[in-house]
């Protein structure tokens, strides 16, 4: 998608002298690719930085101002303030703060549990593989927010909470695709040749299988990183995800719609815009990832 | 016959069945026979060139003698032992003594690993060597198959299919084998670099006096190669002897139909060839008799119904056919 | 004197990478005559298919086609249109593949591919397009070429699908073949049986063929002509008889030296020395000159030009520029 909307557009990678076709070429030749990456790294960087870049990071935290509150933007408070009183600046950096720790754990338990069930189910074979698969069926028929949101009720809300209820719906797309991978890695000359050294079994799949599949799962991973962030966000705007006093965008959205309705625009805006700039921001570098590391696109967008 | 003392590996007998029924619902169909009653000698230091076209079993031999696919009846004697009825000890060291090279040097390479780890697998797996020595033992391995030691950070994606073929003997030699199963070990290589290979091949068995089981559909790499040859067809040994006896007097009528249509690189060489009728049949549902004689020029009544017996045709040349009864 | 129908003069294919320019062919010239049987043989990377396939233009892009001339009969390859390419491919001059998944449909009968060939070159219409398919498929030497008609590809062994495959190049009643190592996946049995059916094909239908192969053995069979690639450039060029027997060229000696076989039993092989370059380097004078064993210091900067040995041997080697010096055989 990024190059199809960026044929026309001066190549800056021509311009630097980069090496055609290699993976930095890709990025810097693709002007959306580029700017989303830039603004990704800037997105993590304030987010690591937030509170020395506000001065209002106890706020971020929580704390409140009610005789601030509902103050619209001005150079104090340039996102306005909210409810509470609170910076909305300051809550948007730390909400940033509770998007990115959630998607990335929720992506890295995902692919921790989902990896290792599905190689060794793709591996070993049999009726391993078969209960397995199962299970992971059984998972995959749940719509993902329904059993988010009914693990979330179960457990007391708090951003634990709502990372593993999210992770439970996530890993199983990871062991299929494991799996998958497994099964064809097996088959493979190199894994046989491993036994016929005499190498057993479970080292086996550590040397040979796991390192072999990664890629695939690496990339959906990146991919996926946009995704956990909307689906916390999604389970926090229904009031079932993270609690307050934690910044999230989800729920500064759902709280600040009200006052919308009352001329206070800035109360759901700034959190929303912050969040589509951050997935999409995702979602470009994952298309640019995908577009490098498969081979077939790579050579259509070499030229 | 070969004195047994002198015999690394004698296969007698073997079966090997492949079970084709799938899954838990569906109704079993008989298995295919692979192999059936199968015979072969390979004396110590000597090199057995196996050949034979698609369909013939060479693949399963090869990994049935290395213990990837199980056999159904038969023995497989290495150095005097049973190989399938070895415990996990036995096979362990059944593992060092015996190396399986593959077909498609590229594809035995973990392409994760540099050159250095995957030729030094096999001593993390079986010494407790350190790393120092581990490394220096690899450097030494890759000296022999013609490699520099800059060779061992290398990816196998940077290797050309030559310097594979290399990493990938110089992995096997690793644990200082008595048996080497090479599978079609030339047949993704150029000319230039198959002479290297086989080279290097020739050099390794005499430096460490190893016995090699060759695998390859190309007759000139195994007549150039092997003491002995055994030609296969359809999951039987149609014929088998010593090299120079069987090129020179192929008896069995695939063996002649084999051996007449290989090219030959001189367009004065006058060539005989015997054409054979249609295709291999399937595997699962092999002709009665002889295997052959569906495709036979010289079928007889007898060759539909009868199994053919082995008749020797001259010192420890052997061949499966009816033709040959009259004379015995 | 049999006229020439394919006349290819310094023909060139380049394809642009990140590591370079890749030069495929470096000046291959040579012409078939009508009848012929001209093989072109060399090893991985010499640029052997790439000529066939920039014969047919058929090379993928970004690959680029220079030359001076690509001429079949009266049509200039080089320069026509792509609609007229398309009227010549298949219907003037066919090629035939390694892999026959390539050439066959795995979701269509071979009867619906082969009269899809037939009506879209309007060999024949109507009912007249499966007793054609049929009578094809028979020629070919298919059994129950009735049943073949009604099965799909992966119902067939290899060899059935490789005729199938001929059958379809034949379809069209081309006049030239390329086959790119159309039996190398064969086994030798089947190779021995497609070879046979080539012969009779060509000389009951005045076929003309050009056989690629890495093979040796098979050039010596069946072809009345030999080129021998290295590097992109006709090294050598001549009659079996003189390509085997009164080799010249230090790189096809070379080869001819590795070969095992029933001479060299049990010695060791001659090798030659290094190995072949990568195929974006860029050679002053011999492209072989690093690893000739024969080389002198011309080799080095002054590329060599052709030697005309007789009628129909050439060779492109220094060490006989003292004789007879002509361009390449018309």
């Not at chain 1, 104090?76 to 959630?102: C, K, Q, S």
């Not at chain 1, 491993?194 to 080292?203: E, F, Q, S, Y």
């Not at chain 2, 008595?178 to 050099?203: H, Y």
């Amino acid at each position: 998608m990024t190059g199809l909307l960026t044929e026309n557009v001066p190549n800056l990678s021509r311009i630097l002298g980069v090496k055609r076709g290699s993976a930095s070429w890709y990025f810097l030749g693709d002007p959306l690719a580029l700017i989303a990456f830039v603004v990704l790294l800037l997105i993590v960087l304030l987010a690591i930085f937030a509170p020395l870049i506000t001065p209002y990071a106890d706020q971020g935290l929580g704390a409140t101002s009610i005789i601030d509150k509902l103050l619209p933007p001005s150079v104090e408070h340039p996102f306005g303030t909210d409810e509470l009183g609170r910076d909305i600046l300051a809550r948007v950096l730390f909400g940033a703060r509770t998007a990115l720790i959630a998607g990335l754990s929720i992506v890295f338990v995902g692919v921790f549990i989902g990896t290792t069930l599905g190689a060794t189910a793709g591996y070993i074979g049999g009726w391993v593989d078969e209960v397995i698969m199962r299970i992971t069926d059984v998972f995959l028929a749940f719509p993902p927010l329904l059993l988010a949101m009914t693990v979330a009720v179960v457990l007391h809300p708090s951003l634990e909470n709502s990372i593993l209820a999210i992770s439970i719906t996530w890993w199983p797309w990871y062991a299929r695709l494991a799996r998958g991978q497994a099964v064809s890695v097996r088959e493979r000359a190199y894994v046989k040749a491993a036994r016929g050294i005499g190498v057993n079994h479970p080292t086996v799949i550590v040397r040979h299988v796991m390192p072999n599949i990664l890629t695939p799962i690496s990339v959906q991973a990146m991919l996926d990183l946009g995704a956990a962030i909307l689906t916390v966000t999604a389970l926090s705007f229904i009031g079932l995800g993270v609690p307050q006093p934690i910044a999230d965008w989800g729920a500064m959205i759902s709280e600040g719609r009200i006052y919308v309705q009352t001329g206070r625009w800035w109360v759901p805006t700034f959190p929303g815009i912050a969040l589509f700039i951050t997935i999409m921001a995702f979602n470009l570098v994952g298309d640019a990832i995908q577009a490098v590391t498969n081979p077939q696109t790579r050579r259509m967008n070499s030229e | 016959m070969n004195n047994p003392s002198e015999l690394l590996l004698d296969v007698r007998n073997l079966r090997v069945e492949y079970n084709t029924s799938r899954g838990l619902f569906a109704e079993s169909r008989p298995a295919l026979r692979v192999l059936d009653n199968f015979d072969l000698e390979v004396p110590k230091g000597e090199t057995l060139g196996v050949v034979g076209e698609s369909g013939c079993g060479k693949t399963s031999l090869a990994q049935t003698i290395a213990r990837f696919v199980p056999a159904c009846g038969g023995e497989i004697m290495f150095e005097g032992k049973n190989v399938l009825e070895f415990d996990k000890a036995s096979m362990r060291k059944y593992r060092k003594d015996m190396q399986l090279v593959f077909q498609n040097p590229m594809s035995s390479l973990n392409p994760r690993m540099k050159v250095r780890t995957i030729v030094g697998e096999p001593l993390v797996t079986h010494t407790n060597l350190d790393r120092t020595a581990r490394v220096a033992r690899v450097s030494k391995l890759l000296e022999e198959t013609g490699l520099q030691s800059d060779y061992m950070d290398r990816y196998p994606n940077e290797l050309s299919g030559g310097q594979a073929q290399r990493v990938v003997l110089a992995r096997a030699l690793a644990l200082n084998p008595k048996l080497l199963l090479l599978d079609e070990p030339t047949s993704a290589l150029d000319v230039s670099v198959q002479a290297q290979i086989l080279n290097l091949l020739k050099k390794l068995q005499n430096d460490h006096n190893l016995t090699y089981m060759i695998i390859s559909h190309s007759l000139t790499v195994v007549e150039h190669i092997s003491d002995r040859i055994a030609v296969l067809y359809l999951g039987e040994i149609v014929e088998q002897g010593p090299c120079g006896s069987v090129f020179d007097k192929p008896s069995h009528p695939y063996t002649q139909a084999l051996f007449s249509s290989t090219p030959i690189p001189d367009p004065n060489h006058q060539r005989q060839r015997v054409n054979l009728i249609g295709t291999v049949p399937n595997i699962a549902k092999p002709p009665t008799g002889c295997r052959f004689h569906t495709r036979c020029p010289e079928a007889m009544e007898i060759c539909h119904k009868v199994k053919p017996q082995t008749h020797t045709i001259a010192d420890q040349h052997t061949s499966a056919c009816h033709l040959l009864a009259d004379s015995h | 004197m049999t006229e020439v129908i394919l006349s290819v003069e310094d023909l060139r294919v380049s394809f642009p990478t990140p590591n370079g320019e890749l030069s495929a062919v470096r000046g291959v010239s040579f012409s078939v005559k009508k009848g012929q049987v001209f093989g072109i043989v060399g090893e991985s990377g010499c640029g052997k298919t790439v000529t066939g396939r920039a014969i047919m233009r058929l090379v993928p892009s970004p690959g680029k086609i220079t030359g001076s001339r690509i001429q079949y009969r009266h049509s200039d390859i080089l320069n026509c249109a792509e609609s007229d390419m398309r009227a010549l491919r298949g219907r003037r001059i066919a090629m035939v593949f390694q892999d026959p998944s390539a050439a066959l449909n795995p979701l269509f009968t071979i009867g619906a591919q082969i009269s899809a060939i037939i009506r879209q070159h309007r060999i024949a219409t109507g009912k007249a397009v499966r007793l054609r398919a049929i009578d094809l498929l028979a020629e070919l030497e298919l059994p129950s070429p009735t049943e073949i008609f009604d099965s799909y590809p992966h119902q067939l062994s290899g060899g059935m699908q490789q005729r199938v495959m001929l059958s379809m190049a034949l379809a069209a009643e081309p006049d030239l073949i390329i086959a790119d190592e159309a039996t190398t996946a064969l086994d030798v049995t089947i190779q021995a049986q497609i070879l046979e059916l080539l012969s009779k094909l060509q000389r009951e239908r005045g076929l003309t063929l050009i056989f690629i192969t890495h093979d040796l053995g098979l050039v010596a069979e069946i072809c009345d002509h030999i080129a021998v690639l290295y590097m992109g450039k006709i090294v050598e060029e001549g009659n079996p008889n003189s390509i085997f027997h009164s080799t010249r060229h230090p790189y096809t000696k070379g080869l001819l030296a590795a070969l095992p076989g029933s001479q060299t039993l049990g010695k060791s092989l001659k090798v030659i020395p290094g190995s072949v370059p990568s195929s974006t380097t860029q050679f002053t004078g011999c492209s072989f000159a690093n690893r000739c064993e024969s080389v002198i210091a011309d080799c080095h900067m002054v590329e060599p030009a052709d030697v005309l040995f007789s009628a129909d041997h050439r060779v492109a080697c220094h060490l006989y520029s003292d004789q007879l010096v002509t361009g390449p055989i018309r």
